[in-house]
Nanobody, 115 residues
Framework: VQLVESGGGLVQPGGSLRLSCAAS????????MSWYRQAPGKKRELVAF????????QSADSVKGRFTISRDNAKNTVYLQMNSLNPEDTAVYYC?????????WGQGTQVTVSS
């Protein structure tokens, strides 16, 4: 199993970014996917979750209405569209899945929100 995130970077407050996570090594369409983030000095926290077929999503209260998780099972990719970013969103963002009871993480992509 391999998860590779991309799309992070430096953005001004109020800006947008779209993160991507390319998955391989398992049957992507059969597994739920999640995005987590970890800010400096803080615990890693769940940002958003999507079911295997994409029919149901959940997101943390802190990002509701601003972030949207989606997936393209034909491309084995999960996305996180982030709008109205603020400095509190600065963190390393990680892709996550659990396959056959084993947890997998991507290497993370840095998102920095600053003017």
């Amino acid at each position: 199993v391999q998860l590779v995130e991309s799309g992070g970077g430096l953005v001004q407050p109020g800006g947008s970014l779209r993160l991507s996570c390319a998955a391989s090594g398992f049957t992507f369409s059969q597994y739920a996917m999640s995005w987590y983030r970890q800010a400096p000095g803080k615990k890693r926290e769940l940002v958003a979750f999507i079911t295997s077929a994409g029919g149901s999503t959940q997101s943390a209260d802190s990002v509701k209405g601003r972030f949207t998780i989606s997936r393209d099972n034909a491309k084995n990719t999960v996305y996180l569209q982030m709008n109205s970013l603020n400095p509190e969103d600065t963190a390393v963002y990680y892709c996550y899945t659990k396959v056959n009871l084993r947890v997998y993480w991507g290497q993370g992509t840095q998102v920095t929100v600053s003017s």
